[in-house]
Structure formats: C-alpha cells, structure tokens
C-alpha cells in the first residue's frame, strides 16, 4: 500500500516537473517512502509504548533524539516491517531501561564524558550517515548535518548532565550512545546497509 501511495505521489511530481529523471524520481520515491512509512511507524511505536505503560516517556525519547537522529542519519531496514520493528525497539527499550538504571553523580558525570568523546569521534568519521538509496553528496550538507550533529548531541548529553530526574538523564545519554551507535560502519555492516556517500564516490571515480 506504502509503494503504491509514493508511486503515485512520484508520477504526480514527474508531471508537474518533467525535468526531473529516472534517478531523481527514485531518489524521490525513497523519500516520499520514509515519510509516508514514518507516519505508521510513529502510531504503532506509540501504540506498544501506551500498552508497556511508556507512553510518556517513549514520546519524550522520539522528540528529543529527533534533531540528533535527523542530522546524523544512520542505518535503514530494508523492508517496512524491519522498520517498524527497529522503530518501535529504539523508543520503547530506551526509557524502559532507563527506568532501572541507577547512577551515582560521579558515575554519571564520567559515562557522559565517555559517551561524548565517543559521539564527537563518530560523528567527524561517519556523520551524516546517509544511505545509497538517499545519498547526501553535496558537501555544504554533509557540513552542515554534521555541525548540526556536534551540536545537538553535545547539547543532549549536557542536558543529561544538568537534568536531576534520573529516568530522563539516562533517556539522554542512552538515546544519544544508541544513536551514535547507527550511524557507525560496525552497524551498518552488520544490518547490510552502505553509506551512499562512498557508493556514489566510488562510482564516479571509476567512471573518470
């Protein structure tokens, strides 16, 4: 049904737009899908969350991840149920742990130094983290995602810092260690994804 929505949805944008190609159309089909696939995805995860009784806390964990998530990229499943399935792990599981981890300040103050310098090597090897279907290639946008990257993670974990409420620290600077955790080459290996960045790189550089 997804397909069929966003085929129909690109045919309409090729007709108002008949300058558009065969490559840019599919570039467009992909991400008509991940918007389109978001919407379902954001309702069952909520749904699951409300039933677990984290519905507060899952909602809280999607809003505050998204400006990191969504600048820094990282993997993709490749059919729609994969990606519900990972969607609905990633936000129910964080604050469901968060809720039993217990950490001293000292404890705490040192993971998120840990975490950070983690973060911040990540993100200058890896961030943003795009896909071979959605390749980021221009370079002003790859700079600026990854900006937006330091900027927000930092802010993340110094807000985990700062934030006296346990279960919403550890949201923080497990959210932000997970997310980190995506958008790295392990990661992507494991769930077969490719950065499109180096797809599309290595393509032109045989072609020359």
Same mark, same amino acid.
């Given at each position: 049904m997804i397909d069929k929505i966003c085929t129909f949805l690109t045919n309409k944008i090729r007709k108002e737009m008949p300058e558009i190609d065969d490559e840019r159309a599919e570039v467009i089909n992909y991400g008509l899908q991940n918007i389109v696939g978001e919407i379902p995805k954001i309702f069952i995860m909520l749904a699951i969350a409300c039933i677990l009784g984290i519905f507060k806390s899952a909602l809280f964990t999607f809003i505050v991840l998204l400006p990191y998530k969504g600048?820094?990229?990282?993997?993709?499943?490749?059919?729609?149920?994969?990606?519900?399935?990972?969607?609905?792990?990633?936000?129910?599981?964080?604050?469901?742990?968060?809720?039993?981890?217990?950490?001293?300040? +000292?404890?705490? $103050?040192?993971?998120?130094? =840990?975490?950070? /310098?983690?973060?911040? &090597?990540?993100?200058?090897?890896?961030?943003?983290?795009?896909?071979?279907?959605?390749?980021?290639?221009?370079?002003?946008?790859?700079?600026?995602?990854? +900006?937006?990257? $330091?900027?927000?993670?930092? =802010?993340?974990? /110094?807000?985990?810092? &700062?934030?006296?409420?346990?279960?919403i620290s550890n949201i923080l600077i497990l959210g932000n260690l997970l997310q980190t955790l995506s958008i790295t080459k392990l990661v992507y290996r494991l769930t077969n994804n490719k950065y499109g960045y180096e797809v599309y790189q290595d393509t032109s550089m045989q072609s020359v």
């Open positions: 600048a820094s990229g990282g993997v993709h499943l490749k059919t729609h149920i994969g990606c519900i399935i990972l969607t609905t792990t990633f936000y129910c599981l964080i604050p469901f742990v968060a809720e039993y981890i217990v950490l001293s300040r +000292i404890v705490k $103050y040192i993971l998120i130094g =840990i975490v950070w /310098i983690f973060g911040m &090597i990540m993100i200058k090897l890896y961030a943003p983290a795009d896909t071979e279907n959605v390749p980021i290639l221009n370079k002003k946008d790859r700079r600026k995602k990854q +900006i937006i990257s $330091y900027v927000t993670f930092t =802010i993340g974990l /110094i807000a985990a810092g &700062i934030i006296q409420n346990s279960t």
